[in-house]
C-alpha cells in the first residue's frame, strides 16, 4: 500500500470516528431536547405521579366506614378487621386490612359473605380487590392477613353518613375432604 493511499484511509478513519461520535451525541441529547420541545409546544405533556389528583373524590363529604367481621362453625378461627372505624371521603380509594386467625388444629375451607348497613349503601360501595372473592384455604393456627380495595361512589345519597360493611366468614362444608386430597396430592391445589 502507498503512503498516499495509508494516508487517505486514516483521514476516512478520523472523518468516520468523528462523525460515529456526533451521532452519539445527537443519539444522546435526543430525549432532553424531546422534552423541552413537548414542554414548549404542549404536545405529549407529561404528568408528574404528584401532580395526578382523582377528581372524583367529593372532599366536601365524610363519610363513616365501619368495618364488623363473624365467623360461622364449629372450628376456632377469628377474623378481626384492623381498623373499626375509618373516615373517607366519597369517591377515594379506600384499603382496609382483616386479620384471620385459625386457631385449631384442623385446615380449614372458608368463603366470606359482605352485608352492607345500611341496605340501601351496598349499591354505592364497590370492591376493587376483597378476599370475599375466593374462597379461603385457612391451615391449622395459620394467621393471614387478607385485604379490601374499594370505593364508595360519589352518587351515594346525602342522608348516608355512615357504611357498615361486616363479613360473616363460612365455613365451607367438605373442606376436610378437600384438604386431605391435597395432602395426598403432594400439596398441589386441583
Given at each position: 500500500?502507498?503512503?498516499?493511499?495509508a494516508?487517505?484511509?486514516?483521514?476516512?478513519?478520523?472523518?468516520?470516528?468523528?462523525?460515529?461520535?456526533?451521532?452519539?451525541g445527537?443519539?444522546?441529547?435526543?430525549?432532553?431536547?424531546?422534552?423541552?420541545?413537548?414542554?414548549?409546544?404542549?404536545?405529549?405533556?407529561?404528568?408528574?405521579?404528584?401532580?395526578?389528583?382523582?377528581?372524583?373524590?367529593?372532599?366536601?363529604?365524610?363519610?363513616?366506614?365501619?368495618?364488623?367481621?363473624?365467623?360461622?362453625?364449629?372450628?376456632?378461627?377469628?377474623?378481626?378487621?384492623?381498623?373499626?372505624?375509618?373516615?373517607?371521603?366519597?369517591?377515594?380509594l379506600?384499603?382496609?386490612?382483616?386479620?384471620?386467625?385459625?386457631?385449631?388444629?384442623?385446615?380449614?375451607?372458608?368463603?366470606?359473605?359482605?352485608?352492607?348497613?345500611?341496605?340501601?349503601?351496598?349499591?354505592?360501595?364497590?370492591?376493587?380487590?376483597?378476599?370475599c372473592?375466593?374462597?379461603?384455604?385457612?391451615?391449622?393456627?395459620?394467621?393471614?392477613?387478607?385485604?379490601?380495595?374499594?370505593?364508595?361512589?360519589?352518587?351515594?345519597?346525602?342522608?348516608?353518613?355512615?357504611?357498615?360493611?361486616?363479613?360473616?366468614?363460612?365455613?365451607?362444608?367438605?373442606?376436610?375432604?378437600?384438604?386431605?386430597?391435597?395432602?395426598?396430592?403432594?400439596?398441589?391445589?386441583?
Amino acid at each position: 500500500m502507498t503512503d498516499s493511499a495509508a494516508s487517505r484511509n486514516r483521514e476516512t478513519l478520523r472523518k468516520l470516528a468523528i462523525i460515529a461520535l456526533l451521532m452519539f451525541g445527537f443519539g444522546y441529547a435526543l430525549v432532553p431536547l424531546y422534552e423541552k420541545i413537548c414542554e414548549v409546544t404542549g404536545i405529549n405533556n407529561l404528568v408528574k405521579p404528584d401532580e395526578v389528583v382523582n377528581t372524583q373524590v367529593d372532599t366536601s363529604r365524610t363519610i363513616v366506614m365501619e368495618f364488623d367481621a363473624n365467623v360461622r362453625g364449629e372450628i376456632n378461627w377469628q377474623l378481626i378487621p384492623r381498623e373499626r372505624k375509618k373516615r373517607v371521603h366519597p369517591g377515594e380509594l379506600v384499603h382496609v386490612v382483616f386479620d384471620l386467625k385459625n386457631a385449631s388444629d384442623v385446615p380449614v375451607l372458608a368463603q366470606a359473605i359482605p352485608s352492607y348497613g345500611p341496605q340501601r349503601a351496598g349499591l354505592y360501595v364497590k370492591k376493587l380487590d376483597c378476599f370475599c372473592f375466593t374462597q379461603q384455604e385457612i391451615a391449622a393456627g395459620e394467621n393471614r392477613e387478607l385485604s379490601v380495595v374499594l370505593v364508595v361512589e360519589p352518587s351515594i345519597p346525602r342522608d348516608v353518613h355512615t357504611v357498615t360493611l361486616s363479613y360473616t366468614m363460612f365455613e365451607i362444608e367438605g373442606a376436610e375432604q378437600r384438604s386431605a386430597s391435597i395432602r395426598l396430592a403432594g400439596g398441589k391445589k386441583s
